[in-house]
């Protein structure tokens, strides 16, 4: 029988800091560019929001993986926190100033989701288009 292997999904582990979302944006940049998708400004969006979220409602360090479907070949995004809260969309206000970032997240991307770690924690996920 022959071995397959899946090929090793790059992974940025980030202190929960305010420098984390800029670092988060420049390696999702730096893997879209490696795979010669020009327009990263969704990717960049999507890791920028789901990573700020970890650090202001996660706990501990934040980890970004970024790889593409293996099926259809879309990017697709995951940030894990050792938080145990879901992320909630909630009603539009438009005098508030935040509380945004999920339904501008929803309204970009092909699909997205939670799923708990089994250490604790979740991972939200995104699949762009």
């Not at 998708?37 to 409602?57: F, Q, Y």
């Not at 995951?78 to 539009?92: A, C, H, K, N, Y």
């Not at 970009?108 to 995104?126: C, D, F, S």
Request: charged residues 25%; glycine residues 14%; hydrophobic residues 45%.
């Amino acid at each position: 029988m022959a071995a397959s292997f899946a090929p090793e999904i790059p992974t940025l582990v980030l202190e929960p800091t305010e420098r984390a979302p800029g670092i988060a944006r420049r390696f999702v940049g730096a893997r879209f560019a490696g795979w010669g998708i020009a327009d990263d400004h969704v990717g960049r969006l999507v890791v920028s929001e789901l990573v700020t979220n970890g650090l202001l409602h996660g706990a501990g360090p934040i980890v970004v993986r970024v790889y593409r479907d293996e099926r259809k070949g879309h990017p697709v995004i995951e940030v894990w926190d050792g938080g145990e809260g879901r992320p909630v969309v909630r009603s539009e206000d438009r005098g508030a100033e935040a509380g945004r970032g999920l339904v501008l997240l929803a309204a970009t991307v092909r699909a997205w989701g939670v799923r708990p770690l089994n250490e604790g924690g979740k991972i939200i996920w995104a699949a762009l288009y």
